[in-house]
């Protein structure tokens, strides 16, 4: 099992910055990769970011150059750094750690902080 953390969401005008922060606990060395996903009202939830273990990242186009994942593994704790805030990136973002289950993989979930960005 793996329990995550997160906070750092709020209000923020356009053009600001937030900082995301996700702790994990539990069974940390089955974590395989950690990111961030949001759900804006009435619309599916999305990747925004992911960092795997070994170091490589992916981002969805629309953030591209705005935000910025990061790992600090003493502290088990992955960041998303968003500058540039628009509107669009209004929702609820929610950490996600991968980690292997056996032969496979399951997927574990905070639950949720509100990114409200307002014009």
């Known amino acids: 099992q793996v329990q995550l953390v997160e906070s750092g969401g709020g209000l923020v005008q356009a053009g600001g910055s937030l900082r995301l922060s996700c702790a994990a606990s539990?069974?940390?060395?089955?974590?395989?990769?950690m990111g961030w996903y949001r759900q804006a009202p009435g619309k599916q939830r999305e990747l925004v970011a992911v960092?795997?273990?070994?170091?490589?990242?992916r981002y969805v186009d629309s953030v591209k150059a705005r935000f910025t994942i990061s790992r600090d593994n003493t502290k088990n704790t992955v960041y998303l750094q968003m500058n540039s805030l628009e509107p669009e990136d209004t929702g609820a973002y929610y950490c996600?750690?991968?980690?292997?289950?056996?032969?496979?993989?399951?997927?574990?979930w905070g639950q949720g902080t509100q990114v409200t960005v307002s014009s």
């Open positions: 996600n750690a991968k980690s292997r289950s056996g032969s496979g993989l399951i997927d574990y």
């Open positions: 539990g069974s940390i060395s089955a974590i395989l990769a």
């Open positions: 960092s795997g273990n070994l170091g490589s990242t």
